[in-house]
């Protein structure tokens, strides 16, 4: 999980109410030219809720309009814009983690795919965008020439997922701000409310039913030998399986991820594992390598073997929270569906 330990840092939905809202004409946020010498779309009068001033993860940007040429980079980030119905308005899209909900797959199929992970420098500044928006922070890697000030200074706008600047541990409430500020810098307010009111009541359903449950105690699996990389209290994901009903082992380490020694995990005797599914290993493979470890013989949930799946798309701010909520209650308390 590089660009996690770098940061240090699935369900089928229903669609989105704001997917039934059409699209609205919009301007550009800059001026200017593109790195291949086109001028950039002059910016046009920006419209009810323009100018729109917001400081997003340290950096304050003023829109006169909203941006015509956005770039995600990460799932969730482009998920986000997708779900907001905002498809034309994408340049490009890059490192996806799995496959785009059914639901916005029609849209994704038109958007041009800059690089299988995160694009160089040059790419990125080929496809002439105008806002850049990343899921987790190694999407702005200084060291790629991405950081934020440097697009800035090349005209470009930015936006970074409040998942990794919030002080403290994430939860709907920062759900809620993420949708509403895109949809905001977006100009289209009214989809970003529909969008948290669908997010909210889905998660109260499933709060109401599990509350009166036990709650099991739940270790989340993300990878890891030597040490195992957890989800940690500061994160989503800790939100997650608290609202599926169940208390995460390790919400104590205060890091959205986080390596921890096995002898910590034998410590806290969790009841269940929460598998993180992703990448090049799969869900088998990491169960394997939990039930083959003599040391984690005797834990609970290694024991009994009870595991539960979410995909890693599911466990980060974005639009599948309500999924991932639903999909983990349904796997811990199976009596309560």
């Not at 200084?142 to 919030?166: F, H, M, P």
């Not at 929460?274 to 088998?284: A, F, K, P, Q, R």
Request: charged share 25%; aromatic share 6%.
């Amino acid at each position: 999980m590089p660009r996690f330990r770098a940061a240090l840092r699935a369900l089928t939905p229903l669609v989105p109410l704001a997917l039934l809202i059409p699209l609205t004409a919009c301007g550009a946020a800059q001026d200017g030219t593109g790195p291949d010498g086109t001028a950039r779309p002059t910016a046009a009068a920006g419209g009810a809720g323009f100018p729109y001033t917001v400081t997003n993860c340290g950096v304050t940007t003023t829109y006169q309009a909203p941006p015509r040429r956005a770039v995600s980079m990460n799932q969730h980030a482009t998920e986000v814009l997708l779900a907001l119905g905002l498809g034309d308005r994408m340049a490009g899209t890059a490192y996806i983690d799995d496959a785009v909900l059914p639901a916005y797959r029609p849209a994704y199929d038109k958007i041009k795919v800059l690089a299988k992970e995160y694009p160089s420098k040059e790419v990125l500044l080929g496809a002439n965008p105008d806002f850049v928006y990343g899921g987790y922070s190694s999407a702005f890697d200084a060291s790629q020439g991405r950081d934020r000030q440097g697009l800035g200074k090349s005209g470009i706008n930015t936006r970074l997922s409040v998942e990794y600047c919030t002080p403290g541990p994430v939860r709907i409430d920062q759900l809620k701000t993420e949708i509403t500020e895109v949809a905001r810098t977006f100009g289209v307010p009214d989809r970003g409310a529909r969008l948290i009111e669908d997010e909210q009541r889905r998660i109260d359903a499933v709060t109401a039913r599990v509350k009166d449950k036990a709650r099991p105690a739940v270790f989340v699996y993300d990878s890891g030998e030597t040490a195992a990389f957890t989800s940690g209290g500061n994160g989503i994901g800790n939100e997650i399986v608290s609202l599926a009903g169940g208390t995460n082992v390790f919400a104590d380490l205060g890091d959205t991820f986080g390596d921890v020694s096995w002898e910590k995990v034998i410590e806290r005797k969790p009841d269940t594992v929460l598998i993180y599914d992703y990448g090049g290993t799969g869900v088998e493979a990491k169960k394997q390598r939990l039930l083959n470890d003599p040391a984690l013989a005797e834990v609970p949930a290694i024991r009994d073997r009870r595991f539960v799946v979410l995909p890693l798309s599911s466990a980060v701010l974005g639009v599948r929270v309500a999924d991932a909520v639903e999909s983990l209650a349904g796997q811990l308390h199976p009596d309560a569906a």
